[in-house]
């Protein structure tokens, strides 16, 4: 930082009854009022140099009194900056530097001291030093643009505030390799004494300090000149942790008074304007942090609407970290913000459907990643007893069906909300399950639903039906007459496997009647034909035989298993299951 000296003599200023005078052999004879401090001066010293005093003093000269009194109480940085000009006019030493570079000029030009009153006045000398130290230097630079919030009116009619942006845009443009002053990086893991090359982003934290408006006269002159966006989103990214709570947004806006709150509305409205259309030019995370803190805030509709298109652009990129938005439900309690993942996720689903118009590839290539994340996020915040099983299963069911080629995870997803949740009724049960698509299982999974006691039986069940489906596709025989599923055929039967066979419905050509039934067999038991002509023997009609079939169906009651199994396949409504048995349990014709 450079600073200017003035002046040589000692500082003879002192207070005496809350008046402020000089030491002098010469009585005061000019009385100057600034706000509530009273100056006793003298016109020799003060007068010759000031064009607006000149101008009072001599419209006082036509009273009696030696003395002349005048108010100042408009004068631009108050009693300090005035004490200032009037010590230089007594010749003593002042430094002025960027810090009260502003308050010393714009009281100068309130007092008209201008090389027209007398030479080498302080204006002349506050402007040489302004043109060249402060606009010369980084820092000098935005210290001055700092300081210029309480006199804003002033400087821009003066120009000043123009000429340091100026200075400061064109050194944030020059190449880092010609950066020779010195900035503020404080990065983890960067140290000066170990870097050989500045950063690219050397200017962000520097500039992080300036007002709201200041910092958006930068950006926004930035923005059309070759800058990568990458680089622009760094500095509002710095920005908004600087002055936002960003970090713990429902403890912080909690605790605001309004004009606070009011101020951190402007700060990111600002800040969402500057953000860059280039997609990636700040993090997914970022933007959903801060649609976060713009609910809680109450930002303008057209501020949140642009956060939540933003951040589903980008919501392919996110981590599962970047969704968990912890708000406060009471002094001591928190709970995810579910409800605004959920706006994020539709705003990304319903932009799919177009591009898919345009690129379906890349957009199913999307989809699929973004349905990794959210079964992901499920399991996370199925480990919340606050969140209710509504909202679980509308964000499961905010993504299409082709976002998730697997369901492994929802599987999970489910069985630990199932778990941190026992007091689920069936219904809520079942509407947890509703999502989930037993044939997008993988075997080892399938294996897993038979033996979960916390699913509904319709689930069970249904895993069930594809694991037989899958194991009779695995010995590479079809069924001759008859098809399990009107969607697939139906393999042949392997004896040391659990089988569920569900058969079509009644074919009135051949005058067949069949009913599905449960059955287990130490060796091979077969249906004796009746008539040769009416019931022969297929291979779609099954025996289920293993002892997990056994340990799954003895545990629920005959009644519930034809209930849930009516619901578990549309093609299934015709089937009858006449009872459970401890070790065999036969279907009858």
Sequence with gaps: MKYMKLGTRPDTFYTEEATRTVVSDVPSDLVVKVNNITYLLHKHSLVPKCGLLQRLSSDSEGTSSTISSVDLHDLPGGGDSFELC?????????????????????AAKFLQMTETVENGNLVAKLEAFFNCCILQGWKDSLVMLQSTASLPEWLENLGIIRRCIDSVIEKILTRPS?????????????????????????????????????FQCILAALRPTKLPPQLIGEALHVYAYKWLPISRPSESSASQNEDAAEKNRRILEVIVSLIPNDKGSVSVGFLIRLLSLANLLGVSPVTKAELVRLSSQQLEKAAVNDLI???????????????????????????????????????SRSLRRVGKLIDTYLQIVAKDANIPVTKITSLAEALPGCARPIHDDLYNAITIYLQEHPDLTKAEKKLLCRTLDCQKLSPDVRAHVVKNEHLPLRTVVQALFFEQERDMRTTGSEPQHQELDPRKPTPANTDDKFRLGLDKKPSKERGITRSPYLSSTGGHHHQKMKSAEKLQLQPDERRITTDATRQTTESRRGKEIEEDVSESKPDAKHMKLRGVKSDHVHGKR
């Design 86 to 106: 009037a010590k230089f006019c007594y010749g003593i030493a002042i430094d002025v530097s960027a810090y009260n570079f502003v308050s010393v000029f714009c």
């Design 178 to 214: 010609e950066v020779k002053w010195s900035f503020t990086y404080t990065r983890p893991g960067y140290s000066k004494k170990h870097q050989q090359s500045v950063p690219i982003d050397w200017w962000t934290e520097d500039i992080s300090i300036l007002d709201i408006d200041i």
């Design 325 to 363: 938005l912890p708000i406060r439900l009471s002094a001591n309690q928190y709970t995810y913000d579910i409800d605004l993942i959920k706006v994020v996720v539709d705003s990304f689903s319903e932009q799919q459907k177009h591009q898919s118009q345009a690129d379906g590839t890349r957009a």
